[in-house]
């Protein structure tokens, strides 16, 4: 995996160098979907990646937010999961929270993952069994076993919407960042304690972070039923929402979760017989 980390670093690198070009520049914005925009960087840098890693390694299987799906890749044992700029609506905004998440996985199990956010030149590295990088120094994620003592990094959008409403006294605090990716990174870096989403993700969102938060000695698990992620699904949707961090602070944010669904069931059946 030593060249193919190479590759990756490199695809990393000029995609990055193709989204600074835009940033905080003139470029246009289209919408795939409602609130989902794609942009000329998005574009860029995603042709940059799938140059350099297909023509190293042609015979493997390619999924990217920015490239029209195959099912071909369902046929391949190898194969590489992209997201070219992961957090485009902090992009837009200017923000400097996004980052190029590449992810290759063998059989359904993510093997190698590279995060690079160009603004801030931070990279998040990992290959299975070797261990986790930031910008080559070793990392491991937090060791805090308490989660009322713990800082939890969530996505903007969701508090807005009030999914996180209810949950604040749980931990010591909640801050907000956009990329589900670059959450991830941070996490496995010990920035922050854990991570959760509450939304459905896609799997060229959290591939690259889920190998190197694992590396890092945490886990990433399915809100629903506690299972890690088989990649490579021809659904590549994942649901209801995921938590990653420590394997301690994960499980005592699945008592409080599930804790938390039922007495908010419970509240919703209250109010339906008295209305």
Excluded at 26 to 55: E, F, W
Excluded at 153 to 160: A, D, G, N
Excluded at 199 to 213: F, Q, S
Aim: glycine residues 8%; charged residues 25%; proline residues 4%.
């Amino acid at each position: 995996m030593k060249n193919e980390m190479k590759i990756a670093r490199l695809a990393c690198m000029e995609a990055g160098k193709e989204i600074t070009k835009f940033y905080k520049s003139k470029y246009s914005i289209t919408d795939k979907s409602y609130h989902n925009p794609v942009t000329d960087a998005d574009h860029a840098a995603n042709a940059a990646i799938r140059d350099i890693i297909l023509r190293e390694f042609p015979t493997d299987g390619w999924l990217s937010e920015e490239t029209v799906d195959s099912e071909d890749r369902l046929e391949k044992s190898r194969v590489w999961i992209i997201d070219p700029l992961d957090g485009t609506k902090e992009f837009i905004e200017g923000v400097p929270n996004f980052t190029i998440s590449i992810g290759l996985v063998v059989d359904c199990t993510p093997v190698l993952g590279v995060l690079y956010n160009p603004v801030t030149e931070e990279m998040f590295s990992a290959i299975a069994g070797d261990g986790a990088f930031y910008n080559g120094k070793r990392i491991t994620c937090s060791p805090l076993h308490d989660i009322q003592s713990s800082t939890i990094v969530i996505s903007r959008s969701e508090t807005r919407k009030g999914l996180w409403d209810g949950t604040k006294p749980w931990f010591k605090n909640q801050a907000h960042i956009g990329s589900v990716a670059y959450k991830l990174g941070l996490t496995a870096s010990g920035k922050y304690d854990s991570f959760a989403t509450l939304r459905p993700k896609n799997e060229w969102d959290v591939c690259a972070g889920e190998i190197i938060l694992r590396e890092a000695g945490g886990v990433l698990m399915n809100l629903a039923d506690r299972t890690s992620r088989r990649y490579n699904q021809k659904n590549t949707l994942i649901t209801p929402g995921m938590i990653g961090g420590n394997p301690v602070l994960v499980e005592q944010f699945f008592t409080r979760w599930n804790n938390h669904l039922q007495e908010t069931a419970t509240t919703d059946t209250q109010n339906e017989s008295l209305s």
